[in-house]
C-alpha cells in the first residue's frame, strides 16, 4: 500500500520521537517558554503564568522534565524554596520552540484569533 520511498522517509523521521514524547505534551511548551526569557523560574511563577493548570499537574510536569534532563531543581538556600533551570539538553531543545512560537504567530488557529 505505502510506497519504497515512503518507508524509506519513515525511517529517517523516526528520529523525533525523543522530541515528540517530551513536547507533545500539552502542558510542556507552555512550562519551558518562560525559560526563553528566565534563566531561573520558582514553581509559583509557573503557576501563575501558565493559568489554569493543577498544582499536582505542574508538580508532575516539572518533576518529568526533571527526570529527562531538561530542567534542574535547585535549592534557593532560603528555606523550602527552590528554583528550576534549564540544562544544557533543555537549552538545546529552545529553538523549536522558538520555532513553534513563530508559527504560532504567523498562524493563529481560529480559537487563539478571536482572543
Known sequence: MYSKFMTATSKKIG???SATDIL???W???LLRFFLNEETVRFCQIQELVGGINPRTLCSRLEEL???GIISKESTGEGSRCVYRLTEKGKE???ILRSMQAWSTKYPTL???KR
Open 93 to 95: 531543545i529552545m529553538p
Open 66 to 68: 526533571e527526570r529527562e
Open 24 to 26: 507533545g505534551n500539552k
Open 111 to 113: 480559537s487563539h484569533a
Open 28 to 30: 510542556t511548551p507552555k
Open 15 to 17: 528520529c523525533i520521537d
